[in-house]
């Protein structure tokens, strides 16, 4: 494998949010940057587009209230993944990507997004490939969360008894696209790892924490509870989402404790559950392999 070269320096990147970050390094195992070139697809706001504009509500208050103190932009009460692993490696935080979400969902139902899903991999895959023609030598590619799970869906769709998890109450029609996307993000990874054996590839799972932070909330310290936004307002369910009183809009207030929910705004997570996963796809155990090699 030719190492492409920037300046004299190797390229290491890795890669997240649907697409990706990505850390050059200056030798083997250290990093002194992390890209991202994500979207927030992965934020599970993939099949609702339209009526969320993520930018206006989430530049006002309660946005950023855990960590930063005040919005940032993040959709999320704090740090998001990729805040966490680019402290993990002492670099500086990323000004957060204004991308949103992904229009490719727009308006569509399962079945046509099931009709696009092939394509959404392969624009992955693409991607992927242009970055390690770029030089990248380390990636880490998401997959994406539970949809079912989220009080945006929840709240938006009524299905049959039968449509929804006995234990999670996620509804599994939208779980099961998620879990067919990851799949063949998944074998698209291995053709990749293949075609090139001199780059690492992890894929970051967002899917099983989602559902651990469902079914064992106590080993994260969530309550157990049905899927609950924490920032937003009643609405149909016991979701807290309501789709004229979102997360930062007149009406919405956020809950005592971020921490006991892993849910922030009912579309997006809170610093607290992003933190677990980052730090799974660190160690290992919501990635196919650890972020974090011991040397
Ligand atoms: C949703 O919020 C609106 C505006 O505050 C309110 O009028 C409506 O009753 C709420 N919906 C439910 C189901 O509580």
């Known amino acids: 494998m030719a190492r492409a070269r920037r300046g004299g320096v190797g390229w290491r990147a890795v890669l997240a949010a649907a697409l990706w970050l990505l850390l050059v390094a200056a030798e083997a195992g250290k990093y002194n940057a992390v890209f991202n070139f994500g979207d927030s697809l992965v934020d599970a706001g993939n099949l609702v587009t339209e009526?969320?504009?993520?930018?206006?509500?989430?530049?006002?208050?309660?946005?950023?209230?855990?960590?930063?103190?005040?919005?940032?932009?993040?959709?999320?009460?704090?740090?998001?993944?990729?805040d966490f692993i680019a402290q993990e490696f002492g670099l500086p935080l990323l000004?957060?990507?204004?991308?949103?979400?992904?229009?490719?969902?727009?308006?569509?139902?399962?079945?046509?997004?099931y009709n696009l899903m092939?394509?959404?991999?392969?624009?992955?895959?693409?991607?992927?490939?242009?970055?390690?023609?770029?030089?990248?030598?380390?990636?880490?590619?998401?997959?994406?969360?539970?949809?079912?799970?989220?009080?945006?869906?929840?709240?938006?769709?009524?299905?049959a008894k039968e449509g929804y998890g006995q234990r999670s109450g996620c509804l599994k029609r939208f779980n099961t696209f998620s879990w067919v996307h990851n799949a063949m993000l998944k074998g698209a990874l291995e053709k990749l790892r293949a075609k090139h054996p001199g780059v690492r590839i992890v894929y970051g799972d967002y899917f099983t924490p989602v559902i651990q932070?469902?079914?064992?909330?106590?080993?994260?310290?969530?309550?157990?509870?049905?899927?609950?936004?924490?920032?937003?307002?009643?609405?149909?369910?016991?979701?807290?989402?309501?789709?004229?009183?979102k997360c930062g809009e007149p009406g919405a207030t956020a809950c005592a404790d971020p921490k006991t929910h892993w849910s922030w705004d009912g579309i997006h997570l809170t610093e607290a559950a992003y933190g677990h996963i980052a730090k799974g796809w660190l160690h290992g155990e919501f990635a196919d392999q650890p972020i974090i090699q011991s040397s």
Do not use: W
């Not at 009526?51 to 006002?60: E, S």
């Not at 309660?62 to 959709?75: K, L, M, V």
């Not at 392969?122 to 997959?143: T, W």
């Open 51 to 82: 009526g969320i504009p993520d930018y206006l509500a989430t530049a006002r208050p309660p946005y950023g209230q855990s960590y930063f103190r005040h919005p940032t932009g993040r959709c999320s009460d704090g740090r998001l993944v990729i």
């Open 118 to 159: 092939p394509h959404v991999v392969q624009g992955i895959s693409d991607g992927v490939e242009q970055l390690i023609a770029e030089g990248a030598k380390d990636l880490i590619v998401p997959g994406v969360m539970p949809s079912g799970c989220f009080p945006v869906y929840l709240s938006m769709y009524v299905d």
């Open 95 to 113: 000004p957060p990507s204004k991308a949103k979400n992904a229009p490719l969902f727009a308006g569509k139902d399962l079945r046509e997004a």
């Open 213 to 245: 932070f469902l079914l064992q909330p106590e080993k994260f310290g969530f309550h157990k509870q049905p899927p609950r936004a924490c920032c937003g307002a009643a609405g149909k369910g016991p979701y807290n989402f309501n789709l004229t009183a």
